[in-house]
């Protein structure tokens, strides 16, 4: 046998080893993936933060690191710890809502407490006081994920940390070991930063401004539950065409079937001049911040995809894999029309 036949058979096998190991890495890291991608969206982000720091340290990447994370940790912790119980309220509307078996009778209780009785204002020390009590049976819920969440932040934590620091060294490693050239890594990497600046600015960022501006109305009008539907009204911001509309409009309805025709008019108008000039105006200016090279309609369908496959993760993974999906046919194109 010649040489040159042993050399084609060695690296035919190396060629199918690695495959079967990035296999084997790829389902065992798989369970933290999403982490992981957080990780390197977090670290991306706070480089803006980072890069100071580390000359403010006299060129000390490792202490400015610590330091970014202990910063991202102050103004993260209450924000998760607040949207755990937005979630919670919002879980538990809809499920009320969901238990009612006609329209009028829903459009009602989004404006009714469990009685039947309209909502008294709301009342920022009875809100803190109902939160506190719900805490422990928020703690019981996620009792059973509590492993895995603890290990997944160490994952976030650490992997951040580990990518401010080592980052342009681990992307150096892989520029040149990829099977693809370094320009087309070059694109699918900035596909993936891309993905998670448009998904946080471009999408995330309109619906909130929206959501803010609508909790407020809710509350100046006596609104139940007013942060649950302000959350709710968060979530349908990703709609296309109807968005906002789809929460404020019933909960007017529901205020006109209940005799408040007065709050109903004022919440239509604060949904027409208020809520959706918000959206007419910052979301342009958003998107292009953080433009997200995906039409609104494939990004909501893809976040449906996504929860229906993989659960809450798909929210985040669906749009990135669809993202760098579109990216890798445009290399496709282009390497046709350059050999072509």
Avoid: C
Wanted: cysteine-free.
């Amino acid at each position: 046998m010649s040489v040159a036949s042993q050399d084609d058979r060695e690296r035919r096998a190396l060629k199918w080893l690695a495959i079967g190991l990035v296999f084997a890495s790829v389902v065992m890291l798989w369970p933290f993936a999403p982490w992981v991608i957080l990780a390197m969206w977090t670290a991306v982000f706070a480089r803006r933060v980072h890069g100071p720091l580390t000359r403010r340290f006299g060129n000390r990447p490792r202490i400015a690191a610590v330091v970014t994370i202990a910063m991202l940790a102050l103004v993260m912790t209450p924000i998760l710890i607040l949207l755990t119980f937005l979630v919670a309220d919002a879980i538990d509307l809809v499920q009320r809502l969901m238990a009612t078996e006609r329209v009028q009778e829903l459009l009602q209780r989004l404006v009714a407490n469990d009685a039947g009785e309209p909502r008294p204002s709301f009342d920022l020390a009875s809100f803190v006081l109902s939160q506190s009590e719900r805490a422990w049976a928020i703690g019981q819920q996620i009792a059973g994920t509590a492993v895995r969440a603890v290990i997944g932040v160490v994952i976030l934590i650490a992997g951040t940390y580990a990518i401010l620091v080592d980052g342009e060294r681990w992307y150096g490693w892989i520029e040149r070991h990829a099977p693809i050239s370094a320009p087309a890594l070059r694109r699918l990497a900035n596909a993936f930063v891309e993905t998670g600046r448009g998904l946080l600015v471009g999408v995330v960022g309109a619906g909130l401004a929206q959501s803010i501006v609508a909790t407020i109305v809710y509350i100046a009008l006596g609104v139940p539950q007013p942060f649950a539907l302000g959350f709710l009204t968060l979530v349908f911001s990703v709609v296309p065409a109807i968005g906002t509309a789809s929460v404020w409009l019933p909960v007017a309805a529901g205020l006109a079937l209940t005799g408040r025709t007065g709050a109903a008019g004022l919440l239509v108008i604060a949904g027409f001049a208020l809520i959706g000039t918000i959206d007419n105006v910052v979301r342009p200016y958003l998107a292009r911040r953080g433009s997200l090279q995906l039409p609104t309609y494939v990004v909501l369908v893809a976040m449906f995809g996504g929860i229906v496959i993989m659960g809450t993760w798909g929210v985040l993974l669906a749009p990135l894999i669809v993202r760098l999906a579109k990216e890798s046919l445009s290399l496709l194109r282009d390497t046709r029309v350059s050999t072509g």
